[in-house]
């Protein structure tokens, strides 16, 4: 977001807490869209058209799920160590 909107950051900040949040996901957004054409430009733009790079990366990370195997007990166990 600083890097977006530099010293204007500070008005951000000072945004109600639903406005603010709301420009603070916009400028992540369009942040994740700026790297995502610098990817495409520098490796693929000979390939394929950047909508169609776009719509093949969202298809992959939407057959990935996040996770490490471990069920619900053995997280809380892990938990509980962490607490005490």
């Known amino acids: ?3 977006r909107y530099g010293g204007g ?4 900040l ?3 807490f ?3 949040c709301e420009m603070i996901c ?6 994740e869209e700026d790297r995502l ?6 490796m693929y733009q000979e390939v394929m058209g ?12 939407g057959t990935k799920e ?14 509980k160590g962490i607490i005490g």
């Open 9 to 12: 950051a500070a008005s951000v």
């Open 18 to 20: 639903a406005a603010g």
């Open 66 to 79: 996040a996770g490490d195997g471990r069920s619900a007990a053995e997280i809380l166990e892990g938990v």
């Open 37 to 42: 054409f610098l990817r495409w430009a520098v």
């Open 14 to 16: 000072a945004m109600p």
């Open 26 to 31: 916009h400028a992540s957004d369009a942040e």
């Open 50 to 61: 950047f909508e169609e790079f776009r719509a093949e990366l969202s298809a992959e990370s």
């Open 1 to 3: 977001m600083y890097r």
